[in-house]
Structure formats: structure tokens, C-alpha cells
């Protein structure tokens, strides 16, 4: 099939209701069985994913954003657009791969801005064309390796999004409401003096989950159809405190307006997005800030030292999550605290600093400085909470209980330290982390589209010079780029050698095997293991250091130093640990998955002295 006819030309009536505008999605269906006829990854992984249960439905997962090609200086306002790929939540830890993710839609926000009910009509139509695309009752044939597969959608999709963009797909007042939280009823910004009095209602500062009163969707078409039924009689100005306080807006076209597509939007599946609750301007940028200002007015610290201290020698795990000496002097530069109210750093700085607050907070800072008391108490919470977020994206387990407790206590802290008045949205938002956990089984975030978001951003929208027919040409070079990258990512589902391997007659001598090769790296299937890589398994208190790889008899297996942990310390962030075994070999498949350490002490093989303080991550 032709690449050409995998885009939809759909026309949506626009502000003045006398003309249409374009829009352009991607058939997506069809688009599928283009990509499994070339048998890359996207289409092996389906397969896989669908074969694992095959009278299973998958749920698609739609993410979108907007994204402004230039920079921070001079902004492409002209090519600002908003883009929507889609994927399935059942990939589960695979979602971290971009190629995972396939481009839906983009669109001009220039074109946005004159679409009658904006981003909520658009979402609204491009749901019901791909709930037309994939609901078939037969579902949709596709065939890898000679074998066709049968993929089932349901109904109902997942929505991540920041919160701006939530907010204007649903049509609710987010920041101008009294209701910052779609999710919760009772939720508000600030008690009025007629609220105060009344123990039903409560605040964005208020760490008692048990005080939350979930919206439910009966809720919301309790509300929509009663906006309108108001609609017609109130005057605009009653009108618009009635959306105020009810905290939904009645947007025309929209996709709450529609009671067809409000049944298929679920609340539940709206999800808040850990990433930009805690690292994108989030709860972890403004206390970082709040917390230095505070240290360096009342102690002789400040973030001088504690760059100092990150760009000390550190040993850092090599593994996914590690980060390097130049990440960590990058993430910890002075200029990301200065003339400015909240940690300038990206998202994934903020991870990169992560475990060095951690050891800041825990042996600098607390043992000698007891009146801010509240202050590390709260910065510690929220570090470990996030930190449980994020070791839930690679382990996909969440310990509910444990994130909640680190939550609640951050808030109480932060609430003594810095007052209730300083509490955002955001602050409650992240409530609702641990609950999505337990709905949907995996931590969804926005850091892989918005990692995707790259391309359009730098190598497509800059190359479209013309502006009509921009959307239709940008989608298409996203198609067509995501063909190449799904070639080339089919190396993710192999195992295989990374980097320069040779022969080794001594260890085949030693092992009593032919054909020993030695490596440093290797990748199975989507992780990268090798030298310098460092597992721990909680459970036993051990951890595995890979001093090299090797292929024998068709089985890639990793060297590496068994060792036990000596330290007692808050959780797995940095911590000092004893060499227990030297040169363990241990089958590289069982290596990557959990439960390791059922196997050290099976696949002993020779002593070499390593010892090590490790920095993990
Ligand atoms: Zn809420």
C-alpha cells in the first residue's frame, strides 16, 4: 500500500461556523499492516504482544503535546504545532522506545486557534475515526513471518497528556476553575469563607488522601447535561460562574458536549503525567529552588557545594538510569539556579541528580542543621516518592502504600516549611499517581513523545518552508521517517555483541567449553549490558558488577563481582557495598530479568580482587 493513502482528510467547521478547515490523521490501521509488510520492529512486537493472549484486546494510548520548532530565543510561533502519536499500553516496558509510538496527527496551533471547540473538537473527531478504524468486529489482519495475527482495539483509549493539553481535550477550567483536579469533587485552589466552615471541602495543600471525593463519569454527565440545560438560561455572566464552579467547561463541538463521546472517555483513563507532576516545571524544580534559598539565608551551604559534590568521583553504574561525570557536572551548573524562581534543568537532570540530593540531604545536610528540620524532611519525601515513580517505570511494580506515605509526608513538610499558600495544583495531582498504577498496571510518562517530539521539532517542521499544506507534509515525513527507525530498531528484539570482540582460548580452557569470545557489551532485546553495569536485587541485598560479556555455544553469558551490602541506608540510591564473589558467570537472559540472585551462587567460576563504593541509580 502506497504511504500516501495511509492519511485521512477529515474538515471540521471552524470559529465563524460558515467555513471548514482540514484536518489530517493517519489511518492508522492501515498504516499497521504497512509497517508489519516490512517486518520491522513495530509490527514484531505486535505480534508478540498479541500472541501472548490472543483473545485479548489491545488498548490503544494516545499522547499529545504541543511542540515549537526554533528556540528559546526566536520560537517558530508559525510552525508551533500540536502532534498526537498512539500506541499500545500492553508494549508495556517497550512504551520507553520511541519506535514504539507511531505519529497520529499533526496540526498547526494557527489552525487550532480557528477550529470551532479548539483541541477538544479535534480529539473529539480523532477518536471517532479511530474507534471507526479499529473497532471491527473481525479485527484487523496482519501477517510477520507467515503467520497472520489478529489485532482486537478497544473502545476505550488512554490519554496522557501534560496538563494544559488535558485540560483543553476535556474542556475543563483547570487553572482559571476552582477546581484544579478534573479527578476529584471536592478539591479546591483555596476554601472560600463560606467553604471554610463546611468539612466537605478541602484544598490542593491537603495531604489526606481519605478527604478526596472522586468525580466519577456519572458525575460528569450529571454536570455537562446540567451546563446545558443552564446554558439556555442563565446570562453569560451567571453562565460562566456556573462553568467556575462546576469546574468543566461547555465547549461547543467539544468532546464532553457529545454524550457519544463522553461514554467512550473514561476519566480513569485520563492520566496525569508523573513527569511534568514532578521534572517539567514541576514540584521538584520550584522546592529545589525554595530549598537552596532557604539553605544559603540560614547556613553557610549553598548549590556551590552541592555542585561540588556532584562533580566529585563517583562510581555510577553504566546501566540504563546511570548517568555519566559530564551528565552529572551538566545537571548540577550554577546557571540552572540563578534569575529564575524554579530549577531550570530538564527532566532528565533532575534524574540525574536524583540519588546525589538524596546522599546531600541525608549526610550533609540534616546532621547539621536541625532548624530545617521541615525543610529536608520535605525534599527527602519528594525525592524518594519520585524515585519510587520512576524504579516502577523499569521494574513495573509499585509499592501503592510505601509511594502514598513518601507523598503524604512531602506535603505535610513542605506545608510547615514553605505554607499552605505555596502549595500548586501540582502538589495534589500527584495523588493520583499511585492510583493510576493500579488501574492500568504500568507507569505511563511523557518522556519518550517527548523525546520523539525531537524530529518534528528539528528535522521536519523547519524543512516545510510553505505553510499551506504544512500539516499534511509534516505527518507524512513522520510516516516516512518512522519506516527508517523501525528497520533499524528491529535490533532491539535480538540479542547480539555491541562494540569490538575477540577469542579467548584461556577461558574456554577454564570453562571446558570450544569457542569462547569475550566482549564488553551486549544488548538483549531493549537493555544494554556490559561493562561497568551494576544490578541490585533488593531482595537478597546483593549486587552484580558485569567486568565483561562472552558467547559460548549459542548463549551470551555476563562476567561480573558478586558483592553484599554493608550500609543501612534509606533506600538503594547510593549505598557501600563488599565484594562477596569474584568473576561470577552468569547466563545473560536470567541476568537481565528479576531474581538474579537465585543464581550467584550457582555459576562460581574464578577469583580476581575488585573492590567498590558505588553511586547507584
Ligand atoms: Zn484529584
Known sequence: ?????????????????????????????????????????????????????????????????????????????????????????????????????????????????????????????LIAFLQDQFCLTSGIAFAVDNITYLLHVQKEFLFLKDEAAMKRMLGVKGAQGMKPCFKCKNVLYALANSQARDPYFTTVAEHRAQRFDPNTDADVEVVMQHLQTQKEILNNKQFEELQTLSGFKLVEQGLLSDPVSRATVKLNNCLYDPMHVYLSSGLLNVELKLFFDRLAKTTALSWSDFEKMACASWTVSSCIGGSSASERKNAARG???????????SASDLLTLLPLLLFFLHHIVRPAHGHLINETSSLLALVLAIRLVYGA????????????????????????????????????????????FEQHGLLLDCFTCERKNAEFKNSVAPHIKRLSGFEASALRSLLQRQLVHDSDAVSHLTSGFCGQTQPSVELASKLGVPGVVLGTSLHIERARVGLGCLRIFVASRRAFLVTAVLFSQETYYLVGDLFSLVSEELDFSYSFWAVETTSLIVPAKDAIATGLHMLFLTYLVFPVAVSVICLLL
Open 1 to 125: 500500500m502506497a504511504l500516501r493513502d495511509d492519511i485521512e482528510q477529515v474538515a471540521l467547521a471552524t470559529n465563524d461556523c460558515k467555513s471548514n478547515t482540514d484536518v489530517y490523521f493517519t489511518r492508522l490501521a492501515s498504516y499497521i499492516t504497512v509497517l508489519a509488510s516490512r517486518k520491522g520492529f513495530f509490527a514484531q512486537l505486535l505480534a508478540r504482544t498479541v500472541l501472548l493472549d490472543a483473545s485479548r484486546s489491545l488498548t490503544l494510548v494516545m499522547y499529545s503535546d504541543e511542540v515549537v520548532p526554533g528556540n528559546v530565543l526566536a520560537p517558530d510561533n508559525q510552525r508551533k504545532s500540536f502532534l498526537v502519536y498512539a500506541s499500545f499500553k500492553e508494549f508495556n516496558e517497550w512504551l520507553s522506545l520511541a519506535e514504539a509510538w507511531l505519529p497520529v496527527t499533526v496540526l498547526r496551533t494557527k489552525t487550532l486557534d480557528v477550529i470551532l471547540g479548539g483541541l477538544s473538537a479535534v480529539m473529539r473527531a
Open 335 to 345: 546557571r540552572l539556579m540563578q534569575k529564575t524562581d524554579h530549577y531550570k534543568g
Open 393 to 436: 517505570k523499569r521494574t513495573m511494580t509499585l509499592d501503592s502504600a510505601k509511594l502514598l506515605m513518601h507523598q503524604q509526608e512531602h506535603l505535610l513538610y513542605f506545608c510547615k516549611a514553605y505554607g499552605a499558600d505555596v502549595c500548586r495544583p501540582k502538589h495534589h495531582f500527584q495523588f493520583h499517581i499511585g492510583q493510576q
